[in-house]
């Protein structure tokens, strides 16, 4: 167990090193959420929710913190890992010494990593530049939010590298699984509103928006989100499902 655990932390290092040497993985994955928290940030800037005291920017930031978890979780480990699957670098790691375990906890452990990374820049530049930070209250919800959004993306992410059928398409697939969701789920715009009921029900059920709104509980006095949690952790349990009934070390 020790062997393993030493070497799957070795190759969280190596995938960090990999990482941030790959202009392409570190631009979409990490400055991405930065540029969108800043262009958008800075339209919303003394605005406030129709009806209320609370600025836009105080429930818009946690929603990018959330965005940026399930870029690195879901869209950056899903399309990296089908295009390991693509090029048959998964089937070699089969036959080579290290052990899968150990060389996919590496790649679980440094998307964790990066998921912390981009949390924290994201929280960091909310506050520095228009003012929002967690309340002290807020702090458990944040920290359960963090964790449950990055092992269901993450476990999502795994799901979705599994039906991905070439190393072409595999960030299309993953940004567009995704994005159209994110959208109309109002997390690139703390107003939107005025959807049909059925289509709000309908992006209700998805893990997007229950993220979204758990880390928005963080920085706002909110009810206790227990269906958002229970959409994460039901979401997470369909995709270990998935995973464990499709994922493939090969094409």
């Known amino acids: 167990m020790t062997r393993s655990v030493r070497l799957a932390a070795r190759q969280a290092l190596l995938e960090q090193r990999s990482f941030w040497r790959s202009a392409e993985y570190a631009l979409f994955t990490f400055a991405f959420p ?7 940030g800075a ?42 699957r693509h090029d048959g670098v998964l089937k070699r ?45 807020g702090l458990p919800a944040l920290s359960i939010g963090l964790i449950l959004g990055i092992v269901c993306f993450a476990t999502l992410g795994l799901a979705i590298s599994s039906v991905i059928t070439s190393a ?38 998805f893990p997007v928006k229950a993220l979204a709104q758990v880390m928005q509980g963080a920085y706002t006095v909110r009810p206790f989100p227990a269906w958002d949690l229970a959409n994460l952790a039901l979401w997470t349990a ?6 464990a009934w499709r994922f493939r070390w090969h094409t």
């Not at 930065?34 to 958008?40: G, Q, S």
């Not at 159209?180 to 109002?186: M, N, T």
């Not at 369909?238 to 995973?243: A, H, I, M, S, T």
């Open 34 to 40: 930065l540029m969108i928290l800043l262009l958008i």
């Open 43 to 84: 339209a919303n800037v003394g605005s406030y929710l129709p009806g209320t005291h609370v600025k836009n920017t105080t429930v818009f930031v946690p929603s990018i913190l959330a965005f940026g978890i399930i870029v690195a979780a879901y869209v950056n480990l899903g399309s990296k890992v089908a295009v390991l």
């Open 93 to 137: 790691i089969k036959t080579t010494p290290l052990p899968s375990a150990a060389y996919l906890g590496g790649l679980l452990a440094s998307t964790v990593a990066t998921v912390v990374l981009i949390t924290a820049c994201t929280g960091l530049i909310g506050w520095l530049a228009f003012g929002a930070g967690p309340r002290p209250g």
């Open 168 to 205: 072409e398409s595999a960030g299309p697939v993953a940004y567009a699984s995704f994005l159209p969701i994110a959208i109309i789920s109002g997390v690139f715009d703390p107003t939107f509103s005025g959807l049909p009921q059925w289509l709000d029900r309908l992006v209700t059920a």
């Open 238 to 243: 369909l995709g270990v499902g998935f995973v």
